[in-house]
């Protein structure tokens, strides 16, 4: 059974469609693309799968559950997790803290439970602790745990933001455009971790990326948009040889 599957979604701002008639198909356990040129509409089907468009049609279901009038936190407690093209981190504190802080939906005990913080408080806090501490050394972030983010260099802040969306601990990851800005050496950085939690996590992986080389090398099925249109969907090597997607997106000489 599909994990995600996204129904005829048609997302419109007034007069411009952003998305038009869309299906696409997340099967659980893969990496999934979605590339295109910019202002094809990648960001935006992000945007519809966690919450924070509702398309202006069709229909987007994650495990028989309807997502498409779902809140950015309904999404997150089914188990679906997004870090930002644009970083999402709290610059003042510290990575710890911020990694803390993603985890607040985990937080199940009440206001004089937390007061005096004894037993269920002082247990879930242990839990996301350990927890947290756990995603900190699979992501190799020890050396910054206790540093601001704000501090931090570029590359390592993506790092964080990726690591802010895995400790939710979430089935589907999706990742709007991990590596942006990153050098060489970041690239592949990031690379290794993306398929490091598809395959040591077991979670499914939504990959929106610019770099054609990374997306061919790792992803198992790639869905190509171009003005909100999917106009190519497939392995990387059928991709490849789309004349559509060689038109609109590689370029033809």
């Known amino acids: 059974m599909a994990h995600l599957t996204i129904s005829n979604v048609t997302l419109s701002f007034g007069g411009l469609k952003a998305l038009s008639n869309v299906d696409m ?3 659980p356990g893969l990496i999934t693309s ?3 040129p910019n202002g094809a509409g990648k960001t935006s089907m992000l945007n519809c799968i966690s919450g924070f468009y509702h398309p202006t049609s069709g229909d987007i279901r994650y495990k028989e559950k309807a997502l498409t009038h779902a809140s950015p936190h309904q999404v997150s407690k089914m188990g679906i997790s997004r870090a930002f093209q644009n970083l999402e981190l709290f610059s003042g504190l510290t990575v710890l803290d911020n ?3 993603a985890r607040h939906q985990n937080l199940t005990y009440n206001f004089f439970q937390a007061i005096f913080f004894y037993g269920k408080a002082s247990r879930i806090e242990a839990e996301n602790r350990g927890y947290v501490e756990e995603v900190i050394d699979f992501m190799e972030l020890e050396p910054y745990r206790k540093s601001l983010v704000g501090n931090l260099s570029y ?3 993506k790092k964080v933001e990726v690591a802010r969306a895995l400790t939710l601990d979430p089935d589907i ?7 942006a800005g990153m050098n060489l050496e970041e690239k592949e950085d990031i ?3 993306v398929m490091d939690i598809q395959k040591e996590r077991g979670a499914t992986v939504v990959l929106v990326e610019h770099d054609l080389g990374v997306v061919m090398d790792i992803s198992d099925r790639i869905y190509v948009l171009d003005f909100g249109e999917v106009i190519g969907s497939g ?3 059928e991709i490849a040889r789309n004349p559509k997607v060689i038109e609109a997106y590689i370029g033809e000489d």
Not at 173 to 179: A, K
Request: net charge negative; hydrophobic share 50%.
């Open 25 to 27: 198909t997340i099967e």
């Open 34 to 36: 979605i590339i295109g």
């Open 99 to 101: 990694l803390l802080l």
């Open 155 to 157: 590359g390592v802040q």
């Open 173 to 179: 990851l999706l990742l709007d455009e991990p590596m």
């Open 191 to 193: 690379v290794r971790f």
């Open 235 to 237: 392995t990387p090597d």
